[in-house]
């Protein structure tokens, strides 16, 4: 009698103490079809998990096909995610890139348009003398803003040495001047300076704004393809599985209900991102130093003050050369001689007008706009690789309210472990994603490379100079080896021990709750009730 008593105890035991699995497989199946997977082979009840490679391997819902299906399904919507967040940025450094290309371009093309105009009314038969050394002055500027191997300081000294060659032969038409004597002019005017101080003083306004305008578009650009090419990253397989694990493992699991937990979602996310999270310095770094050109951009001469007073400053410096003709040409004389006069007599050309039009050292407007608008689109960026995983993990994990009661990998319950920094190094110890952190992706590496080189162009820029510009993507090459740039493996590798082993898992249930693996569970409240039976008998005796 007490031992059929004891089997109807451990019967009933095990309904109200064992595993708390659904009977049914419904919930998962409208699921499963509606992510388009056919149903085919899909359980209509429980079965048990043993062949599961991800999930646990209680009783479960799904087969070693639909975990397969989903693991690939896991993949493909992250990394749907990651470059979909990639291309919301690389979208608004692109359109940035565009707004101030245009900006740019048509300053030049309005200042130029000013020049025509203002000179044909100021200086008459003159302009079309030396309309050339105009426009081959605008064309090298946009040549050398667009990236071309132009040299800006020779194309400004260039500009000047034609303007002077056609000023002095049309300013001296009872002269026979040739090739040779045009040399010798030359050769004296930086000691005679026929345009005054004009040039000295236009070359380093030109110079510092247009290697600011051309690093800055570049650095655009170059932030837009680092984005691009970051988010297309592969996945490792530990990763993966984690986001299995974290996603698609409750479905199994029957407990769809549960959200994962917050800290869980962001260990899983920090170690799936950890290499795009070693950018963080550099990206924050590139920031800066496009914030600061902006300033640069902006004062102490605007961008647009400069390119769109060069009509007036150059009309000025023709102007100085044309009164002070009598005492350059006496200089000039002394140096190289008396010229052969012209038998053909030809009229002197008169003192020009300058109506070019008066502009404003500050900056207009819609360069305030443009500038504000950059300014603000770059101080959201600077922590974008940091951000990412929690960006990621907003509309996945619980709220604050539901700690005890999300997913935590294994059961619904509190997630123990504490979240990892940031970066590679720190995700030695990570609970979720194993990974070796002396090899780096060199994809990423690469583009901190391309960072680093632009940052230092930025810097350049800054202070008015410029460095040649070289697209060096493709000068790291990465054989799988590990290795990486500027010893950074090495130095990250000794932040931490060099043990590399998966830890343990500590997604613990707390005390008060059971966590089922199998059918062992059920075996515990019997052995309870022997142990009872025993004690019993023996205060009997």
């Known amino acids: 009698m007490g031992f059929v008593v004891l089997v109807l105890l451990c019967a009933f035991t095990g309904l109200v103490f064992g595993d708390s699995k659904p009977k049914t497989c419904s919930d998962i199946r409208h699921f499963y079809n509606s992510k388009g997977f056919n149903l085919n082979g899909v359980p209509q009840t429980v079965i048990s998990g043993e062949h599961l490679r991800v999930c646990s391997q209680g009783y479960t819902c799904c087969t070693s096909g639909m975990e397969e299906n989903l693991l690939n399904l896991s993949r493909r919507e992250f990394e749907t995610q990651v470059k979909e967040s990639g291309r919301t940025l690389q979208a608004s450094l692109n359109g940035q890139f565009k707004s101030f290309d245009d900006y740019f371009l048509e300053l030049l093309n309005r200042s130029e348009a000013s020049l025509q105009t203002s000179f044909q009314t100021g200086f008459g038969p003159l302009f079309s003398q030396i309309a050339k050394a105009f426009q081959d002055l605008y064309s090298d500027l946009r040549r050398y803003y667009r990236g071309s191997n132009v040299n800006l300081e020779e194309a ?11 000023l002095f032969k049309a300013l001296n038409p009872q002269y026979i001047i040739g090739e040779e004597y045009l040399e010798c002019v030359a050769k004296q005017s930086e000691t005679l300076k026929p345009f005054g101080d004009t040039p000295r003083e236009l070359k380093t306004k030109i110079t510092r704004t247009v290697i600011a305008a051309r690093t800055f578009a570049q650095g655009l650009v170059i932030s837009g393809e680092a984005v691009r090419k970051v988010s297309q990253v592969s996945l490792s397989t530990e990763c993966v599985r984690a986001v299995m694990k974290m996603t698609y493992c409750p479905h199994c699991s029957g407990v769809a209900f549960a959200k994962p937990c917050s800290n869980f979602c962001k260990n899983v996310m920090k170690g799936c991102l950890a290499n795009q999270a070693d950018l963080d310095s550099e990206w924050r770094n590139l920031a800066d130093a496009m914030l600061e050109v ?3 951009l902006s004062r102490p001469y605007s961008v647009d003050s400069v390119v769109l007073s060069l009509p007036k400053r150059i009309a000025e410096a023709i102007l100085y050369m044309q009164d002070n003709l009598n005492t350059f040409n006496n200089k000039v004389f002394q140096a190289c001689g008396s010229p052969a006069q012209n038998s053909k007599i030809e009229d002197q050309i008169k003192r020009g007008r300058n109506t ?21 689109m770059l101080r959201d960026m600077m922590q974008y690789w940091v951000h990412l995983p929690r960006k990621l993990c907003v509309d996945r994990e619980s709220g604050p309210s539901e700690a005890d009661r999300c997913w935590n990998g294994m059961s619904v319950d509190r997630y123990l472990p504490e979240v990892m920094g940031d970066g590679l190094a720190s995700q030695i110890n990570n609970p979720e994603v194993e990974i070796d952190i002396t090899k780096p992706d060199m994809t990423v590496r690469k583009q901190i490379m391309q960072l680093k080189i632009m940052i230092n162009r930025l810097k350049y820029a800054i202070n008015g100079n410029d460095v040649d510009f070289q697209d060096t993507s493709d000068d790291i090459s990465g054989s799988g080896s590990g290795e990486c740039p500027d010893d950074q493996c090495s130095r990250d590798t000794r932040l931490s021990p060099t043990n590399t082993d998966k830890p343990n898992e500590y997604a613990y249930p707390s005390e008060n709750k059971k966590v089922v693996n199998g059918r062992s ?21």
């Open 294 to 296: 902006v300033d640069k």
């Open 356 to 376: 070019a039009e008066e502009v404003s050292s500050t900056p207009g407007a819609q360069l305030e706009k443009l500038l504000s608008d950059v300014s603000r």
């Open 521 to 541: 569970s059920q075996n515990l409240p019997c052995i309870s009730l022997y142990l009872l039976l025993l004690v019993t008998v023996l205060f009997r005796r």
């Open 156 to 166: 400004l000294n260039e500009f000047w040495a034609r303007l002077l060659e056609r």
